[in-house]
C-alpha cells in the first residue's frame, strides 16, 4: 500500500516551453500532497503544500505564478512549470500526506532538464 | 525557524562496521521520521517514531527518539554494501508541517 506515482519519470525541454508533472496516489486518498525539488547531493526543499479543491501554499521564494499547482482529485495533483529556464533543471519529487498525518509517501521523482 | 541538524554528512565505511547518525533540534516534534534514498528515485519511508525514548529495529537498523522528542538517531549494526544510499531525517511539528535534515549520504565500502 501506499504506492505515489510520478510523470514522467524524466523530461528534458527547450528554455521557455512548459512542463506539466504528474503525481498521483495509487491505493489511497490523499488530501494533501507536498512538492519538493532536490539539487545533486542535498536534501529535499519544499516549494508548496497542495491540497485538494483548494488554492496550494508555497513556501517563501518560490514563485507561485511559475510553478503552478493543481489539486484536483483525490489522487492527483500536478505541477507545471511555466517558462522554464535552464536553472529550473532539477529533480522534482512529490509526496502524498498518510491518513494520520505523519508520514509522507513519496513518488519516485521528475527529472527536468531545461536546455 | 525550525531546524534539524543532521550528523554526520557524509560517511564512508567498510563492510561489516557500525555507524550512528544523529538528528538534533531545539524544537519538539509530534514524530519523527526516517527515510532512504537511493540516487534518482524518491525517498522511502523506513520509520516513524512517535513516543519520547521509543526504540524500534528493523532488521540492523536500530533508530531512537529522544526522551525529550527533540532527537532522534539511527544505527546501523554490521553495514553492508546494500545499505549506501542518502539517509533523511524528518521531523513532524504538526499538520504535515515536516523538517527535514540536511541527510546523510552513507557508502559502504565492500
Known amino acids: 500500500g501506499a504506492v505515489v506515482s510520478q510523470h514522467p519519470s524524466w523530461v528534458i525541454c527547450k528554455s521557455g516551453t512548459s512542463v506539466k508533472i504528474e503525481c498521483r496516489s495509487l491505493?489511497?486518498?490523499?488530501?494533501?500532497m507536498f512538492w519538493y525539488r532536490q539539487f545533486p547531493k542535498q536534501s529535499l526543499m519544499l516549494m508548496a503544500t497542495?491540497?485538494?479543491?483548494?488554492?496550494?501554499?508555497?513556501e517563501q521564494g518560490v514563485e507561485k505564478d511559475k510553478f503552478l499547482i493543481n489539486h484536483a482529485s483525490l489522487t492527483l495533483s500536478t505541477l507545471t512549470v511555466t517558462s522554464a529556464h535552464p536553472e529550473d533543471s532539477s529533480f522534482y519529487i512529490c509526496?502524498?500526506?498518510?491518513?494520520?498525518?505523519?508520514?509522507?509517501?513519496f513518488g519516485p521523482g521528475t527529472r527536468l532538464t531545461v536546455t | 525557524t525550525q531546524l534539524l541538524e543532521q550528523s554526520p554528512q557524509f560517511l564512508s565505511i567498510q563492510e561489516g562496521e557500525n555507524l550512528t547518525v544523529y538528528c538534533n533540534s531545539s524544537s519538539v516534534f509530534s514524530s519523527l521520521q526516517w527515510y532512504r534514498q537511493e540516487p534518482g528515485e524518491g525517498p522511502v519511508l523506513l520509520v516513524t517514531v512517535v513516543t519520547g525514548g521509543e526504540v524500534k529495529k528493523l532488521k540492523r537498523l536500530t533508530f531512537q527518539f529522544g526522551d525529550a522528542r527533540k532527537d532522534s538517531s539511527l544505527h546501523i549494526t554490521a553495514a553492508q554494501p546494500g545499505d549506501t544510499g542518502l539517509y533523511l531525517c524528518a521531523g513532524v511539528a504538526g499538520g504535515f508541517k515536516t523538517i527535514f535534515g540536511a541527510g546523510t549520504r552513507l557508502f559502504v565500502k565492500a
Open positions: 497542495s491540497n485538494e479543491g483548494s488554492k496550494a501554499t508555497y
Open positions: 509526496s502524498a500526506g498518510s491518513g494520520n498525518g505523519r508520514e509522507q509517501y
Open positions: 491505493d489511497f486518498q490523499a488530501t494533501t
